[in-house]
């Protein structure tokens, strides 16, 4: 649907631009991501938060912290979940893993975007 909100209401009906479609893709698949951590089982922790950091390479403490106040957790699961996610990447960082991690300025304002999406419909 949103592939084809380029031409919506045109009386021509054409292909959306290459350019359009690349950003959907990335912004949905990014989405589909996010959405499947949310509805990942929380237990066990160290699962989880090791499944977050595979799917969504994501290492900033505050974009983790969204993804489990969109889960709806309480804030003591939430603590116990926060100190297993600075395990892992206290850890990660020692092996030297972050060290060629890319910045996620870009990633952090489309989790934002996203929650405003969700907070909107409910």
Do not use: W
Request: glycine fraction near 4%.
């Amino acid at each position: 649907m949103l592939l084809e909100l380029p031409s919506a209401g045109a009386s021509v009906s054409r292909k959306a631009p290459p350019s359009y479609i690349k950003i959907v893709t990335k912004g949905l698949s990014k989405a589909e991501l996010i959405l499947k951590v949310v509805m990942a089982p929380h237990d066990p922790g160290n699962a989880f938060v090791a499944n977050y950091l595979r799917l969504l390479e994501d290492i900033e403490q505050s974009d983790f912290q969204r993804v489990l106040e969109l889960k709806g957790l309480k804030r003591s699961e939430q603590n116990q979940l926060m100190d297993e996610f600075r395990r892992q990447t206290v850890s990660k960082d020692s092996a030297g893993a972050t060290a060629d991690a890319k910045p996620r300025g870009p990633a952090t304002s489309r989790i934002r975007k996203l929650e405003r999406l969700i907070k909107k419909q409910f």
